[in-house]
């Protein structure tokens, strides 16, 4: 597709379960980032990759969240032992710059967790 | 003191009224600076960059002050479809691209 893609739009889970979020960035994006939203807040940053090499992940909240882009294109966002306060958006964006690069960030409709 | 601070809002107003909404950063090293809209459960979306000079597009302007580390946005003759979350976003351009976003700025534009 021609944008950014998340998947599951709406994920529900039980406290204590592992959830994981899929990201497809736009196609040739080398940048992919990783943004935790809470109702009424701005995005806040978790994790950046240039290509397959994680290049920061100061942002992740706890070693509970755990983040990944292989082979430098999807990437999954796995949280395990969910916690009612992950419940958030979490947002995918890519943009086609690398280091030093201030372009756009095109964003994904995100994935609404919701921890019961 | 969080990095990026908005008006807290929200903003009501009438269709056809001027409104400008104010940010403040904190980081005196923050190289570029970009307004981004969010429709209600959607994804944010870049509105417009800000430069130094000041920068208009059609009925949208963004001012930026380095000294004050102040930015603004005015948006003239609004429209029922300008409502939306504002959000204030400045670039650390720490070596890659990496925005802090303030916590955005809700405008109702009413009939």
């Known amino acids: 597709g021609a944008g950014v893609s998340q998947s599951p739009r709406y994920k529900v889970a039980k406290r204590g379960q592992d959830v994981a979020l899929r990201c497809d960035p736009i196609?040739?994006?080398?940048?992919l980032f990783w943004y935790q939203q809470a109702l009424g807040q701005g995005p806040e940053f978790l994790t950046y990759f240039q290509n397959e090499a994680q290049l920061d992940k100061s942002g992740l909240p706890s070693d509970r969240f755990f983040a990944e882009r292989p082979e430098g294109s999807v990437s999954t966002l796995k949280i395990q032992r969910t916690q009612q306060e992950d419940s958030a958006v979490y947002l995918c964006?890519?943009?086609?710059?690398?280091?030093?690069?201030?372009?756009?960030?095109?964003f994904g409709e995100g994935s609404r967790l919701t921890v019961l | 003191r969080k990095e990026v601070e908005q008006d807290p809002g929200p903003f009501n107003v009438p269709e056809g009224a001027t409104v400008a909404f104010n940010c403040t950063y904190s980081n005196s090293a923050s190289q570029s600076f970009f307004w981004y809209r969010q429709d209600c459960r959607k994804e944010p979306k870049l509105l417009m960059s800000v430069y130094s000079s000041g920068n208009e597009d059609g009925r949208f302007t963004a001012q930026l002050n380095r000294a004050s580390q102040y930015i603004s946005l005015l948006i003239r003759d609004s429209k029922l479809s300008d409502s939306a979350t504002y959000l204030c976003?400045?670039?650390?351009?720490?070596?890659?691209?990496?925005?802090?976003f303030g916590k955005g700025t809700m405008l109702l534009v009413s009939p």
């Open positions: 964006a890519s943009s086609r710059g690398d280091r030093g690069y201030t372009g756009e960030l095109f």
């Open positions: 976003v400045v670039n650390l351009n720490s070596g890659y691209s990496t925005l802090t």
């Open positions: 196609s040739g994006h080398v940048s």
